[in-house]
T-cell receptor, first 112, second 114 residues
């Protein structure tokens, strides 16, 4: 089974709607990273969360870390076509290792 | 700052042939990673370098894959001989040393093995 599970695997929303993507770990999180990937391209770093309860925002994207639940959520407010792509969570699961294990990704489609 | 550079962008080979990928990390980034991303899945770590030393290659299929990072800067990843299941995107990433430094990824090399 996956060490990091993302849900949903795919999501189709109407432009302007809000949405949430979840990432759950089976192990202790020592750092949680969110990336976005467009088809045929590399991963673009969005945000990094380190401490339980931490919340970060960039433009219309907010990420939160629930350390006790070993879970993170990514919330997009008032979605736009530019938000379409694959969202990946990556995590440090070994303290001090500085290497990321990734979830399987969530494919987001925005309908106009 | 310039990002992580990878080449080639695309490569098509027949099974049992060999192939090599090249990566130039962001200047000053001591840690370099190679990930394999199969279509529809998240990236999987193949090998991690710290300067020119290997930190973790536990998931590298060493019977056919090899990687090196001479002089602690550029890196090459080689597959010999390739199998059909090696078809994937090979992503190179680099990061600063130290905890909680985000990885910065290149655009990847898409390999198709026929």
């Amino acid at each position: 089974s996956q060490e990091l599970e993302q849900s949903p695997q795919s999501l189709i929303v109407q432009e302007g709607k809000n949405l949430t993507i979840n990432c759950t770990s089976s192990k202790t999180l020592y750092g949680l990273y969110w990336y976005k990937q467009k088809y045929g391209e590399g991963l673009i770093f969005l945000m990094m969360l380190q401490k339980g309860g931490e919340e970060k925002s960039h433009e219309k994207i907010t990420a939160k870390l629930d350390e006790k639940k070993q879970q993170s959520s990514l919330h997009i407010t008032a979605s736009q076509p530019s938000h379409a792509g694959i969202y990946l969570c990556g995590a440090d699961l070994i303290q001090g290792a500085q290497k990321l294990v990734f979830g399987q990704g969530t494919r987001l489609t925005i309908n106009p | 700052e310039a990002g992580v550079a990878q080449s080639p962008r695309y490569k098509i080979i027949e099974k049992r042939q060999s192939v090599a990928f090249w990566c130039n990390p962001i200047s000053g980034h001591a840690t370099l990673y190679w990930y394999q991303q199969i279509l529809g899945q998240g990236p999987k770590l193949l090998i991690q370098f710290q300067n020119n030393g290997v930190v973790d290659d536990s998931q590298l299929p060493k019977d056919r894959f090899s990687a090196e990072r001479l002089k602690g800067v550029d890196s090459t990843l080689k597959i010999q001989p390739a199998k059909l299941e090696d078809s994937a995107v090979y992503l190179c990433a680099s990061s600063l040393s130290g905890l909680n430094s985000p990885l910065h990824f290149g655009n990847g090399t898409r390999l198709t093995v026929t």
